[in-house]
């Protein structure tokens, strides 16, 4: 587990990722590093955070568009 600074948004979930330093706003949480970055489908319970597979799956399947050319073009660079 890590330590981070994070922004909760209005939708209740982290939508920003600090680094572990205090700024305004930011709240001190502990999170596995797999979680760091992950944005709109962590929540933060007890300040600890956890990923909400169902919220992660609506949000890939509204982008999977984009995930798909993404992918492509990473395979481009290899």
Request: some cysteine.
């Amino acid at each position: 587990m890590i330590k981070a600074f994070v922004k909760i948004g209005e939708n209740g979930y982290v939508n920003e990722w600090v680094a572990p330093r205090e700024d305004a706003g930011y709240l001190l949480i502990e999170a596995d590093e797999s979680l760091v970055n992950n944005l709109d489908c962590v929540k933060v319970e007890d300040g600890i955070a956890t990923l909400d597979k169902e919220k992660q799956e609506e949000l890939q399947e509204e982008n999977k568009d984009l995930l798909e050319l993404l992918e492509e073009e990473r395979k481009m660079y290899e």
